[in-house]
């Protein structure tokens, strides 16, 4: 089993920018992929970024390229997510999540934090 507990939300003016922390915990944590994800109310949850175990390989949804950075520190177990000019139909539910399998943790992962609320503010 991995634990996620996400960090880092808030309320941000439009253009703005936040970091969003993921600590993991469990015997296997420093293994898995890890991902974000967010979702708004009334929408679907929607994939923002990726990147694998070693931290080496990054994958980003076309929305935020350029303008988010996903990283992690094993040292840490945390997975941060540094996103700039913010705008407010980012504003939803943030989840981290985790899988063993690189191809999975984009499309369908195992494991989910609970989420941090970030709103963007027009």
């Known amino acids: 089993q991995v634990q996620l507990v996400e960090s880092g939300g808030g309320l941000v003016q439009a253009g703005g920018s936040l970091r969003l922390s993921c600590a993991a915990s469990g015997r296997t944590s420093s293994s898995q992929a890890m991902g974000w994800f967010r979702q708004d109310p009334g929408k679907e949850r929607e994939f923002v970024a990726a990147?694998?175990?070693?931290?080496?390989?990054?994958y980003y949804a076309d929305s935020v390229k350029g303008r988010v950075t996903i990283s992690r520190d094993n040292a840490k177990n945390t997975v941060y997510l540094q996103m700039n000019s913010l705008k407010p139909e980012e504003t939803a539910v943030y989840y981290c999540?985790?899988?063993?399998?690189?191809?999975?943790?984009?499309?369908?992962?195992?494991?989910w934090g609970q989420g941090t609320q970030v709103t963007v503010s027009s």
């Open positions: 999540a985790a899988d063993p399998t690189w191809r999975r943790v984009a499309i369908n992962p195992t494991y």
């Open positions: 990147i694998s175990w070693s931290g080496t390989v990054t």
